[in-house]
């Protein structure tokens, strides 16, 4: 079993905390996109860390392309040396059309082709 602790997405403590999860013995140290974009504390964790793995427990795919997504997350994986565990959700109705500005519609069926075409972008690259 691997047991996650939840990581400040305050930048300025970010690495050090990430650091304290690996060396109280964490698998994982998990960012949710709430207030702040979970990819760029993740980023100071992998600077600061050797082995924990570093987890989007939500990073928002309606608010980005499937394009943009694919490729901050291939990048953010190549530098933690593929220890980035990238987890998604749609967010909500109002939040995805208020917060972000973006189109809500059929949430599962978007989903489902948001996927499909990160999975052809990473396979294209690979």
Same mark, same amino acid.
């Given at each position: ?26 698998? +994982?140290?998990? !960012? ?6 979970? @990819? ?6 992998? =600077? &600061?860390?050797? %082995? ?36 998604? +959700?749609?967010? !909500? ?6 917060? @972000? ?6 949430? =599962? &069926?978007?989903? %489902? ?14």
């Amino acid at each position: 079993m691997k047991v996650d602790a939840p990581l400040t997405s305050d930048m300025g403590a970010a690495g050090a905390g990430a650091r304290r999860l690996e060396e109280l013995g964490y698998d +994982g140290a998990k !960012v949710a996109e709430t207030n702040h974009d979970p @990819f760029l504390p993740l980023t100071l964790a992998a =600077a &600061a860390t050797e %082995r924990i793995e570093l987890v989007t427990s939500v990073a928002v795919a309606f608010a980005r392309s499937p394009m943009t997504l694919a490729q901050t997350a291939h990048d953010l994986n190549a530098f933690a040396g593929g220890r980035l565990v990238l987890g998604l +959700g749609s967010q !909500v109705r109002p939040h995805i059309e208020r917060r @972000f500005a973006m189109p809500w519609g059929k949430p =599962a &069926a978007r989903m %489902r082709e948001f996927i499909s075409a990160m999975r052809a972008i990473f396979a294209c690259w690979h």
